[in-house]
């Protein structure tokens, strides 16, 4: 059974369109239940019915013609509860509903499982038999396995066809939304731009060309680079491999000549596909032909042809590298963005930003925020291949993509962005005024950066100065560790413009989600692994490094703060500021002058709160990552779209761990600071301010907004609704209470960026 349950679903995942991927699964699984009926309705959600899309053993001409309303038949039965139906005489159900057309009244015995995708019911799969039987329970289980594995391939097809305008049942649609979660609040309309990484079959782009001779020639030559390729294999490996084994090489150049796989690229370059696409296409049609052979040796022989043509590929890319056209309006996509992919669009043109995979606190999402550009992370279900060139609308306050949006929908999102920067031109009349409740308690607000342009956005939003400088980001961005002086005239840079504003400098915090391409960490819980300063103190070179160069560049500026990440014990800090101190008196040595930094540390670990005083002891101030923190706190991935929406800075849980460690560090007169996101939500910004925090750091872009609301509440107010807060054992009560405070407070105009976390 579990034989032909993969082979049905390797099968089906290999079809080319939905209507080929539904008919394989009816033919398929009629003939694995020895059945004589197997049929597949799916919701049509523009018109709100359940239409037959596939069926063995129903007459034909009803198949796309015949539908169901909502709840009507035993179909709207299965769909309405989402579980199965298992009747021996289906006719007598007083569900039972007649669809002449079909001939189904023939039969008596009725199975119908609902396809579940994400919670919602995409709809039924039914077999019928002509006997008066129950069908077993094994048949059932089967049934309710394979529908379970399919619910995902389906809802694949369904949305590609959604994309290009076509709704299950063939008719035109509009403004098919995908889910995922905000990455960074605000709304974009543009043009999609899909980004990938380099030589792999699976993700090239389509596109289409005009010079097709030029395509065609340029393909024949990389075909030619490969087969002399080949031949020097065979010549060089004469002698150390056997005959029959070199004969493999000789395989490779004839399944590369003309009449082979080679030819049948070209024709589709003269169907107007660029040369990559046209590889692409055609390798997956072999590798899905050799993939389903019954025989072994064949099957793997579909290892060769990816090889070959990745071979191919890589030549293509790297004569005519994929540098894409960024338009005006650039929305880029990707299945995993990365920095360098956001550093490579020009930034006057780069709209929205849309990440398949990743969530709102992976740091992809973190860096957007910094540059304010609207995002959307895990689109799990957004078929990202067919997207290139179409217009978007990104709801990053929603966090869900729009494709094929109708003038309506255009109209209503425009309409949006014109609130939005008349909110902005209203905010910015705040810049120089001080961050203070209505009664005058102050607090700093202070920026988090990576790059120098988010230094100098920060000034122009009034930022009292950096909260966190994540070091990580110009590492990121270069292809090798950045050298002492590199890293001195970066960091002199953000010192030297904020100056006598202070910078928090984190020492380099990779592993995790963020790995240096040229420092591979491959680990299974790289979360839970080499981190921060478990990399650092175990390579003191780089950290040595790293902190000669902060100190360096902070020379007569005296407004560096040097700050220590993913801290689990006294230890660690004990080492680092040992390493610290010497690297102070090797540059005394050398004969500068410079004061000793202030040295803080980042509590991000439910171990580290448990010790927030005896770790506040041994450093100058307390920072918290609250990201870290909340991720650690709920086990719950910031990374993972699947459980996006249990990562919640208002848990009760992270709330009162904030509380315990303000009151620790305060305890040892400790300055304590927030540097997670959470501290650019302006709801949560009023609970920080109750609790004490004397610093919160955020992006760029929410720091008028959190100045706004701080200016509009008394610290009284603030203070009544933590008391109120802190009570309650439900994070969504938690948001409720807060959203009304700040409704009526009057700034219910920045609600809408509270959705972040
Ligand atoms: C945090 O964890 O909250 C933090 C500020 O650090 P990062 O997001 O860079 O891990
Ligand atoms: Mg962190």
Redesign the pocket.
């Known amino acids: 059974m579990l034989e032909r349950l993969r082979s049905i679903v390797q099968e089906v995942s290999a079809a080319k369109d939905l209507q080929s991927a539904l008919d394989i699964i009816v033919n398929r699984v009629r003939d694995a239940l020895d059945t004589h009926v197997c049929s597949i309705y799916l919701l049509d959600q523009d018109f709100h019915c359940h239409v037959l899309m596939a069926s063995e053993g129903l007459n034909q001409e009803a198949v796309g013609r015949v539908s169901l309303e909502l709840g009507e038949g035993l179909v709207g039965l299965v769909a309405k509860h989402a579980e199965p139906v298992n009747l021996r005489d289906a006719p007598r159900h007083r569900n039972f509903c007649l669809l002449e057309e079909t001939g189904e009244e023939d039969f008596h015995a009725f199975l119908g499982v609902p396809i579940i995708h994400h919670r919602s019911v995409l709809g039924v799969l039914v077999v019928q038999h002509g006997d008066l039987r129950r069908f077993d329970e094994g048949e059932e289980a089967f049934l309710v396995t394979l529908s379970a594995q399919l619910a995902g391939v389906i809802a694949h097809a369904e949305a590609t066809g959604a994309i290009e305008g076509v709704s299950p049942s063939g008719h035109r649609i509009f403004d098919t939304a995908f889910a995922g979660v905000s990455g960074c609040a605000g709304v974009a309309i543009g043009t999609s731009v899909v980004v990938y990484p380099h030589a792999d079959l699976s993700r090239v782009p389509e596109r289409m060309i005009e010079d097709v001779e030029a395509e065609i020639d340029f393909f024949n030559s990389c075909l030619n680079a490969v087969r002399g390729e080949m031949r020097e294999f065979n010549e060089r490996l004469a002698g150390q491999l056997a005959e029959e084994e070199r004969q493999l090489f000789d395989a490779y150049v004839r399944i590369l000549d003309d009449d082979a796989l080679g030819n049948e690229v070209v024709a589709r370059i003269r169907m107007g596909h660029w040369a990559q696409g046209a590889l692409a296409w055609v390798a997956g049609e072999h590798l899905r032909a050799f993939e389903r052979m019954e025989d072994e040796y064949l099957r793997e022989r579909a290892v060769d042809i990816k090889d070959l043509c990745a071979r191919v590929l890589a030549h293509l890319q790297q004569e005519k590298p994929d540098k894409p056209e960024y338009p005006e309006d650039t929305i880029l996509v990707g299945e995993e963005l990365t920095a360098s992919m956001l550093a490579e669009v020009p930034k006057d043109k780069l709209r929205g930003l849309i990440s398949v995979k990743g969530s709102g606190?992976s740091?992809v999402a973190?860096l957007a925020r910094t540059m304010g550009t609207p995002t959307v992370m895990g689109a799990v279900d957004l078929p990202f291949h067919q997207l290139d060139g179409k217009q978007l609308i990104v709801d990053g306050y929603k966090g869900e993509v729009v494709t094929n949006p109708s003038a309506h929908l255009l109209e209503q999102f425009r309409a949006t962005i014109r609130e939005e920067e008349e909110l902005n031109r209203d905010l910015a009349g705040l810049r120089d005024l001080p961050c203070e409740t209505a009664d005058r308690h102050r607090v700093s607000l202070q920026v988090?950066t990576g790059l120098m342009s988010d230094v100098l956005r920060s000034l122009d939003q009034g930022a009292e100065g950096i909260g966190?400088f994540?070091t990580?980001v110009p590492f990121l961005l270069a292809e090798r560790f950045p050298g002492e002086q590199e890293q001195t005239e970066i960091y002199r840079e953000q010192l030297d413009t904020c100056a006598p504003k202070p910078v928090t400098m984190?020492t380099l915090?990779i592993g995790?989600d963020?790995a240096l391409s040229y420092f591979p960490i491959e680990e299974a819980n790289p979360f839970l692994g080499w981190r921060g300063i478990r990399v650092t103190l175990d390579h003191p070179e780089i950290f040595t490094a790293q902190v000669r160069a902060m100190m360096r560049a902070g020379i007569g500026l005296e407004n560096l703060q040097i700050m220590l990440?993913m801290v689990s014990n006294l230890r660690e800090v004990e080492a680092a500021v040992g390493l610290i101190r010497k690297s102070y008196h090797e540059l005394l040595q050398e004969g500068e002058e410079l004061p000793f930094p202030p040295i803080g540390v980042?509590i991000?670990l439910p171990a580290a709160v448990y010790q927030t005083r005896a770790l506040a002891r041994m450093v100058d101030f307390v920072s918290?990552?609250?990201?870290?923190?909340?991720?650690y706190l709920l086990a719950v991935d910031r990374n993972n779209p699947r459980v996006a929406n249990l990562f919640s800075s208002f848990h009760p849980a992270v709330l009162s761990a904030l509380q315990f460690v303000v009151d620790q560090a305060h305890a040892e007169s400790k300055p304590v600071s927030i540097?997670?996101?959470m501290a650019g939500n302006p709801g949560a910004a009023v609970l920080l301010v109750a609790m004490g925090f004397d610093i919160l750091s955020m992006n760029a872009s929410a720091l008028p907004r959190v100045k706004s609301v701080i200016r509009s509440m008394t610290l009284k107010a603030c203070r009544d609704l933590l008391r109120k807060v802190i009570q309650m054992d439900d994070e969504q009560m938690i948001r409720n209470a807060v959203d009304m405070a700040l409704y009526e407070a009057g700034v219910d105009r920045l609600l809408r960026s509270q959705r972040v976390n």
Do not use: A, F, Y
């Open positions: 606190n740091h973190i988090n966190l994540r990580e984190r915090d995790g963020k990440p980042m991000e918290i990552g609250s990201n870290d923190l909340t991720q540097c997670g996101e």
